[in-house]
Antibody, heavy 120, light 106 residues
Framework: QVQLQESGPGLVKPSETLSLTCTVS????????WSWIRQSPGKGLEWIGH???????TYNPSLKSRVSMSVDTSRDQFSLKLNSVTVADTAVYFC??????????????WGQGTLVTVSS | DIQMTQSPSSLSASVGDRVTITCRTS??????LNWYQQKPGKAPKLLIY???NLQSGVPSRFSGSIFGTDFILTITNLQPEDLGTYYC?????????FGQGTKLEI
């Protein structure tokens, strides 16, 4: 059974960099896309971007200038960095396996999510 | 961007009811549409992929269908554990987007 677990600081100061890691267990990180998705308090879901095991990435254009993702296949981990954060980046951040069927993509499973608060 | 409009934004129903949630897309997306259930304080869970395919382990009272650019999630014989917020998500474009959610109260 595949499980994902997010980790990282729960509090980040404005203008600094948010850094999160997702650890995958029960499956190899190889051969899959892996996504980051966030949910602002009381709001809907926003896809941040995804990364393939090769390191190839696609980012949401609205965040592209501030986002970077990386993957460590030896540790079955992938990471998110979001720089120059503001209070608007306060959200629960989820990692998820991005299942690609060749003609459709869906997210399954998801990590439990981690709340990141941007505040001084 | 492909816009996703869910309706209703919230609904209240009773155990045993049949409910439908609609997701309308701003353009044709074939069957590149998935449905998720999110319970309070939890991560979303995949229910339906590719518009009408039931994810393994999901009760058969959940079903998905298409009518033009309208995608419909139907829950029959509603159970207390079905409360939560339901989201649609498209992967037709390289920018994946979600609907705004439908909150289901029981």
């Amino acid at each position: 059974q595949v499980q994902l677990q997010e980790s990282g600081p729960g509090l980040v100061k404005p203008s600094e960099t948010l850094s999160l890691t997702c650890t995958v267990s029960g499956d190899s990180i190889s051969g899959h896309y892996w996504s980051w998705i966030r949910q602002s308090p009381g709001k809907g879901l926003e896809w941040i971007g995804h990364i393939y095991d090769s390191g190839s990435t696609t980012y949401n254009p609205s965040l592209k200038s501030r986002v970077s993702m990386s993957v460590d296949t030896s540790r079955d981990q992938f990471s998110l960095k979001l720089n120059s954060v503001t209070v608007a980046d306060t959200a629960v951040y989820f990692c998820a396996r991005d299942v690609n069927s060749g003609w459709n993509n869906w997210f399954d499973p998801w990590g439990q999510g981690t709340l990141v608060t941007v505040s001084s | 961007d492909i816009q996703m409009t869910q309706s209703p934004s919230s609904l209240s129903a009773s155990v045993g009811d049949r409910v439908t949630i609609t997701c309308r897309t701003s353009q044709t997306i074939n069957t590149y549409l998935n449905w998720y259930q999110q319970k309070p304080g939890k991560a979303p869970k995949l229910l339906i992929y590719a518009a009408s395919n039931l994810q393994s382990g999901v009760p058969s009272r959940f079903s998905g269908s298409i009518f033009g650019t309208d995608f419909i999630l139907t829950i029959t014989n509603l159970q207390p554990e079905d409360l939560g917020t339901y989201y649609c998500q498209q992967s037709y474009s390289s920018l994946y987007t979600f609907g705004q959610g439908t909150k289901l109260e029981i």
